[in-house]
């Protein structure tokens, strides 16, 4: 059976779909038995909605993408020619890793 971490760990993957039957069989049944858990999946199901309905109706912000990258590829992979997207150049423009997350932070009013 599933414990707390491991269905919480998994979340993403279950709701792609993306998990063998068993495991997938078993997450459902620790949903179905732990409220704190069956409340992270409301809210990622619900987020995956939400994001899913703006990326079909509002264009992409100029930007997002270098940023996107520069959070998952990591700094090392950034184009070292391009000092505005290397963070390590001090350019007033480089691109913030974690500026995703200080919106987030801010809350829906920015404060």
């Not at 950034?78 to 000092?83: C, E, G, H, K, R």
């Not at 350019?91 to 404060?111: N, Q, R, S």
């Amino acid at each position: 059976m599933a414990d707390c971490n491991e269905t919480l760990r998994e979340l993403d993957a279950f709701l792609d779909s993306e998990l063998a039957e068993h495991t997938r069989l078993a997450i459902r049944a620790h949903l179905d038995g732990c409220p704190d858990c069956l409340q992270a999946f409301d809210f990622h199901a619900e987020l995956k909605i939400v994001v899913r309905q703006k990326c079909r109706t509002d264009e992409m912000p100029s930007g997002l993408l270098a940023k996107l990258e520069a959070c998952f590829g990591g700094v090392d992979e950034l184009d070292a020619d391009d000092p505005a997207r290397d963070p390590a150049s001090g350019a007033a423009d480089a691109v913030d890793p974690w500026a995703a997350t200080d919106e987030l932070d801010a809350g829906p009013d920015g404060a």
